[in-house]
């Protein structure tokens, strides 16, 4: 293991409870209703791209309106937590300060463009952060981004941490061991990974020990 590459919600934080108050307001003002828009729904959508997200939530509006809602709730959603910021998880600041001094941080999400640059400025955590790449800077998947990550900054043993099972099978498509936030949103039940954590300061003692 010579770098490590983290998911943002469900690994980092929670930021659904802010999230879905920023999409309330903005689909309300759209006359479309908002009542599904919880912090609960969203737990079941983060990890998705903006795509998939949009059809789900609004699969009775024309794609393109939906797109066009989720995209507008995105970019106030970014400004929200900027105003009302919700806090990393416990541990999070700990490990990245403690990791950082022996192997390289990198981020990569299905979010939108700005959403890890906000995470990072509500935390205070960019310093240990070497790289970053998401869905919405790219356009691409999450598997091509990881592969992006690792090929830009020439890593030879990297892994991915996640909480999803779509983290799961973008690593496996990248060619990355995938390591298991077993305190995220999702379930992996059935699909092995390569080591699982209960806590994100977990993560210590897998980047002394070196290998997986």
């Known amino acids: 293991m010579d770098s490590i590459i983290f998911d943002v ?6 930021s659904t409870e802010k999230v879905a108050i920023a999409w309330q307001k903005v689909v309300e003002r759209h006359n479309v209703p908002s009542d599904h828009i919880t912090a609960a729904r969203l737990k079941q959508e983060f ?3 903006m795509v ?3 059809r789900s939530l609004f699969p009775d509006l024309p794609e393109e309106i939906a797109l066009d809602i989720s995209n507008e709730s995105c970019t106030y959603e970014i400004d929200y937590l900027l105003m009302d910021s919700p806090e990393a998880y416990p541990g999070v600041a700990e490990t990245f300060k403690t990791i950082s001094k022996k192997l390289p ?19 205070g955590l960019g ?8 869905f919405g800077d790219t356009g691409n998947e999450k598997d091509s981004n990881i592969r992006a990550i690792v090929e830009k900054n020439h890593l030879k043993s ?5 909480d999803t099972l779509g983290d799961l099978r973008a ?6 061991p995938f390591i298991f936030c077993e305190y995220g949103f999702g379930d ?4 092995p990974a390569a080591a699982y954590i209960s806590d994100i300061t977990d993560m210590i003692a897998l980047c002394d020990k070196g290998t997986l």
């Not at 939108?112 to 935390?123: P, R, S, V």
């Not at 310093?127 to 998401?134: H, N």
């Not at 992996?188 to 699909?191: R, Y």
Request: glycine share 12%; no cysteine; proline share 2%.
């Open 9 to 14: 919600d469900g690994t980092l934080w929670d």
């Open 47 to 49: 990890g998705k791209t």
């Open 52 to 54: 998939a997200i949009s």
């Open 105 to 123: 941080l990198f981020i990569v999400s299905n979010s939108q463009a700005g959403y890890i640059e906000a995470f990072l400025k509500i935390t």
């Open 127 to 134: 310093d240990y952060v070497t790289d970053i790449l998401s």
């Open 158 to 162: 990297p892994v991915y941490v996640g």
């Open 171 to 176: 690593s496996e498509a990248a060619g990355v």
């Open 188 to 191: 992996i039940t059935g699909h």
